[in-house]
């Protein structure tokens, strides 16, 4: 369903994402040259405003170079809480609030997963038992993760706020975990990508945000993210394997934007390699992420009217490895650099209807305009 927006202003939103970082991993994939695709995050721009969808590394300067002003942000989201989605969120807060010093009374939302509950289970290959990082806390959520990087530059932001008289990001910053409805059957380990249907978890006079969980062992939560709008929609995959729930929540999108990784080049990382934490990265990445061809399979079910790459892994590799997907999809396909602008406001229109395709149910994945 829409999001109620007068005539007159839908004719104004010209909704739009700009691509912030295209590269995934927690990696900075260029050595000796210049960095071609930053860490992974994506502006939604509707109206005057703007959203985030998570924060990888280079967010702060990316928004800089595509013009965005913090004083315009209206939210942030957060796919799943791996370090090349959120290692950004801290200087985010720590740098931008300059730009946000009348908004302490209208503090920026931001959202994610909550406290996972448990820890993952170690993996099969694993000759000794590992020990976890703070084991006191081992599992936090976005909400305990930010009010830790805060107090991780106390010293920094007692002397600006007490000296400088600059405000508390504390009281910029309304930071939320999402709360999984109940009755799913959900657990981190055991089920962490149910069949559900998508739920809301945000809404304002410009957007309406509906998660669903995805297939990202063994991180869980994990979401994807559908912004409806009067004029159109985009849907985020975040980081998954293929799972029916994101057929659910791109249903007729004006715009998927879904992970892809070269699992050629998974093979040429670890095929050679016997020790087990090279086996072990290889299975994480057959689990949990989805290739060219899957990606067009879940934009084609699903009935998406456009359908782009992100979230690149390798984040080096040559456009070849992905523009294949453009003869899989037989709408408007994009691999979009960093700064590149996509729209996806089409007033008026009918959702098409999606084709059959087969699928793998959930949790069971398969294996398989530039701004200036």
Partial sequence: MRTPLPESAASALNPHIITLGTAG?????????????CGISTAVVVGDGFYLVDC?????????????????LRG????HLHSDHTVDLGSLALFGLYEMLDRQDRPVKIMGPGNRGILPEVS???VRQPQPL??????????DMFRTLMNAHATDLNDRILDSLRPNPLDLF??????????LGYHPNDRPTPEMDPFVIYRDERVTVSAILVEHPPVAPAFGFRFETAEGSVTFSGDTAETANMVRLAQGTDLLLHEAIDFGFVESMYADKADEASRASRDHHYKSHTSVEGAA???????ARQLALHHLVPGTADRSVWERGEALFTGPFHVPDDLQVIPFGTPHHTAPSPAGVDLPAASEPRQDVMIP
């Fill in 25 to 37: 991993g927690p990696r900075w994939w260029t050595r000796g040259k210049p960095q071609q695709r």
């Fill in 56 to 72: 990888g590394h280079g967010v702060g300067r990316r928004l800089n170079e595509a013009g965005l002003d913090m004083g315009d």
């Fill in 76 to 79: 942030v989201f957060i796919t």
């Fill in 124 to 126: 099969p290959r694993a």
């Fill in 134 to 143: 703070n084991p006191e806390n081992p599992t936090p959520g976005t909400r």
């Fill in 174 to 183: 309304d930071v939320e975990d999402i709360e999984l409805p109940g009755g």
């Fill in 297 to 303: 399979r879940i934009a084609t079910a699903a009935g």
